[in-house]
């Protein structure tokens, strides 16, 4: 049974930075697509970037492109998510997911996912 555990959100002025970690525990996810989520008070979940199965492609929201940056060390089982030049407008809930052998363009159109966290709080104070 895999489990994944989000961690590193917090607080951050506007044109700081966070790296959020995505503990995967319970299986390897070597075969699987990461991908990270997020949802803000009263919103929809969104997208946020995914990276392919195979580690060598990555997908990213318009929003986040060129700010946001997804890798994955298999030997740790753990994904990260450095968030850079951040925006009051980032402030959500990050959630962390997983999909078997799936692209990062696929994982960002499903709605349901293999494995999801439990999410991290991420507040981007103006």
């Known amino acids: 049974q895999g489990q994944l555990v989000e961690s590193g959100g917090g607080l951050v002025q506007a044109g700081g930075s966070l790296r959020l970690s995505c503990a995967a525990s319970?299986?390897?996810?070597?075969?699987?697509?990461m991908g990270w989520f997020r949802q803000a008070p009263g919103k929809e979940r969104e997208f946020v970037g995914a990276l392919n199965w195979s580690g060598d492609s990555t997908y990213y929201a318009d929003s986040v492109k060129g700010r946001f940056t997804i890798s994955r060390d298999n030997a740790k089982n753990t994904v990260y998510l450095q968030m850079n030049s951040l925006k009051p407008e980032d402030t959500a809930v990050y959630y962390c997911?997983?999909?078997?052998?799936?692209?990062?363009?696929?994982?960002?159109?499903?709605?349901?996912?293999?494995?999801w966290g439990q999410g991290t709080q991420v507040t981007v104070s103006s």
């Open positions: 319970g299986r390897s996810f070597s075969n699987y697509a």
């Open positions: 997911a997983a999909d078997l052998l799936t692209t990062a363009q696929t994982m960002s159109r499903r709605r349901e996912h293999n494995y």
